[in-house]
């Protein structure tokens, strides 16, 4: 199977700020790499699909980069309704894996 | 809008069969293109890909649990099912049924929690 590291694990943030998320897989894959964003209670919902495409109604400050093994989720001028936990996943191929989780929180 | 909703017991017993049901609204689970998965949530957030089916019968199953998974569907439910067998302690996880467009999964369902308990 294909693993998927991300980090941090966990970072703390202020509104406004601007925080990147790495993940970087075990095996190329592309650009085969997704992002979900799971708030406390939740299913995860999908932000960012190959790469860098943004899921309709996802808001401009979320952005994806990277290809091959390496990428980042980077989120300009946090916003409140931006504090939850975010994964990665791999689709090149199966099974799909996730990252660990990066828990974005208050400062 | 597509909408996912999982149904099923809360509380399995150990070495018995966990068995959830996902029902689909909006959209049929027979439309081309799309493939229906379960992901489970461990107790500590790890997110783990079970499977999927399409419809005609095609399924994939993660290989870590292939000898216990088996999925169907019901199209003239719009549903597909979940049954995973000889379940212990390290079954217990909240199970999400999915859309796989191509790779992302999307939408979700809710999530059911199942625990694995005597």
């Known amino acids: 199977d294909i693993q998927m590291t991300q980090s941090p694990t966990s970072l703390s943030a202020s509104v406004g700020d601007s925080v990147t998320i790495t993940c970087r897989s075990s095996?190329?894959?592309?650009?085969?790499l997704n992002w979900y964003q799971q708030k406390l209670g939740k299913a995860p919902k999908l932000l960012i699909y190959?790469?860098?495409s943004l899921q309709n109604g996802v808001p401009s400050r979320f952005s994806g980069s990277g290809s091959g093994t390496d990428f980042s989720l980077v989120i300009t001028s946090l916003q409140p309704e931006d504090f939850a936990t975010y994964y990665c996943?791999?689709?090149?191929?199966?099974?799909?894996?996730f990252g660990q989780g990066t828990k974005v929180d208050f400062k | 809008q597509v909408q996912l909703q999982e149904s099923g017991p809360g509380l399995v017993k150990p070495s018995q069969t966990l068995s959830l049901t996902c029902s689909v609204s909006?959209?049929?689970?027979?439309?081309?293109?799309?493939?229906w998965s379960w992901i489970r949530q461990h107790p500590d957030k790890r997110l783990e890909w079970i499977g999927y089916?399409?419809?005609?019968?095609?399924?994939y199953y993660n290989p870590s649990l292939k000898s216990r998974v088996t999925m169907s569907m019901d199209t003239s439910k719009n549903e597909f099912s979940l049954h995973l067998r000889s379940v212990t302690a390290t079954d217990t996880a909240v199970y999400y049924c999915?859309?796989?467009?191509?790779?992302?999964?999307?939408?979700w369902g809710r999530g059911a929690q199942v625990t694995v308990s005597s």
């Open positions: 999915a859309r796989d467009i191509s790779g992302p999964s999307d939408p």
């Open positions: 095996e190329y894959i592309g650009t085969y």
């Open positions: 909006g959209g049929s689970i027979t439309k081309g293109g799309y493939y």
């Open positions: 996943q791999q689709s090149y191929s199966p099974p799909r894996t």
């Open positions: 190959s790469t860098s």
């Open positions: 089916i399409y419809h005609g019968g095609l399924t």
